[in-house]
C-alpha cells in the first residue's frame, strides 16, 4: 500500500516530537545541575542576572514553544488522515517505544 504525504508528515512530525521531549528532558536536568553547580559555589548566572532568564530558560521555553507547534501541525494533518492511515501509524509508533 502506497503512504500518503499526510502520513508521512505526521510519522516525521511524531518523531521529531520524540526528538524535541528528550531534548527538553536533557535541558531540565542541564538547568538543575547548573543551577546547583552555580549555588554550592555562591556564583549567580551572568546572563540571568542581566536578563531575568538564563540561556538555558531560553532553551527551554523555545523547546516547550517548538513541541506546542508540532503538537499544532500534527492535529491539523490528522484531520486530513483516514481512519486506516491513523491506526497504520498508531502501530508503527506502539513499536518504536
Do not use: H, W
Not at 528532558?25 to 546547583?36: N, P
Request: net charge negative; with cysteine; proline share 2%.
Amino acid at each position: 500500500m502506497a503512504r500518503s504525504i499526510p502520513t508521512d508528515i505526521l510519522k516525521e512530525s511524531l518523531d521529531a516530537r520524540r526528538r524535541a521531549e528528550e531534548l527538553l528532558k536533557g535541558l531540565l536536568s542541564a538547568k538543575s545541575q547548573t543551577e546547583q553547580y552555580l549555588s554550592d559555589a555562591g556564583r549567580e548566572d551572568p546572563v540571568k542576572k542581566l536578563t531575568g532568564r538564563s540561556a538555558i530558560d531560553n532553551a527551554i521555553a523555545s523547546t516547550r514553544r517548538m513541541i506546542e507547534t508540532l503538537d499544532r501541525a500534527m492535529e491539523q494533518v490528522r484531520q486530513e488522515l483516514s481512519e486506516q492511515d491513523l491506526a497504520e501509524i498508531e502501530s508503527c509508533t506502539d513499536t518504536r517505544g
